[in-house]
């Protein structure tokens, strides 16, 4: 059984290019979940889908970020016109569907740390 | 306001000693769920322990225990026999109600002396 896998582990860009992360989830796993974590800082909560569907986004910090499931397998995260304020690690989480929502266990990836110079 | 509070930015433990995390949560919701994460310098959040605000019994696994304070709202966890291999971040999260997203606390660094 793997984990939840993340690519790349670092990103490191300059200011004003796109960026894009692939998540993929545990196999049976049909709930994905992108959080933020900043230096010193929890993760923060950013989007989520169960398959295919992106049942959230409110979240998403700005209109230049986006998530998409197409097939509810793997997911990507993409930064438009990244800034130096986008520098953080980008954490992944993964979770089956159904039972009691109380228990239901994120299973987390080992991030993707991106630097914006 | 805060969802989760963790006071304590880093703890020092020696080695075979138990170390408690305090983390105190604010809701209105009767229904909700406590976690607790360690990350280690790797990065990856490894689940740890989980309590239900119904549960009447306090969480335990392995050496990990939850002292679960209703009342209070207080979740700190347990870590007995710490080890080396336990040095790393420990964060605190919360979910609420059917909402399946976590809300995380600023975490506490434990530091493990031999």
């Known amino acids: 059984d793997t984990g939840v896998s993340q690519n790349p582990r670092h990103k490191i860009t300059k200011r004003g290019q796109n960026v894009t992360f692939r998540c993929d989830p545990i196999s049976e796993h049909n709930r994905l979940y992108w959080y933020r974590q900043t230096l010193g800082q929890g993760p923060e909560f950013l989007t989520y889908f169960q398959n295919e569907a992106q049942l959230e986004k409110s979240r998403l910090l700005s209109d230049r970020f986006s998530a998409e499931r197409p097939k509810g397998s793997f997911s990507t995260l993409e930064i438009q016109r990244t800034e130096q304020g986008d520098s953080a690690m980008y954490l992944c989480?993964?979770?089956?569907?159904?039972?009691?929502?109380?228990?239901?266990?994120?299973?987390f990836g080992a991030g993707t740390r991106l630097s914006v110079l | 306001a805060q969802k989760i509070t963790q006071t304590q930015p880093g703890m020092f433990v020696q080695e075979k000693e138990a170390v408690t995390l305090d983390c105190t949560y604010d809701?209105?919701?009767?229904?909700?769920?406590l976690f607790w994460y360690k990350q280690p310098s790797s990065g990856e959040m490894i689940f740890l322990i989980y309590q239900g605000s119904y549960d009447q019994q306090n969480a335990t696994e392995g050496r990990y225990s939850l002292n679960f304070q209703k009342a209070r709202k207080s979740a700190n966890l347990v870590i007995s026999a710490s080890q080396l291999g336990d040095s790393a971040m420990y964060f605190c999260?919360?979910?609420?109600?059917?909402?399946?997203?976590?809300?995380f606390g600023a975490g506490t660094t434990v530091t493990v002396r031999a």
């Open positions: 809701t209105s919701d009767p229904s909700y769920g």
């Open positions: 999260a919360m979910r609420e109600g059917d909402d399946y997203k976590l809300s």
């Open positions: 989480a993964s979770s089956p569907d159904g039972g009691d929502v109380g228990k239901n266990i994120q299973y």
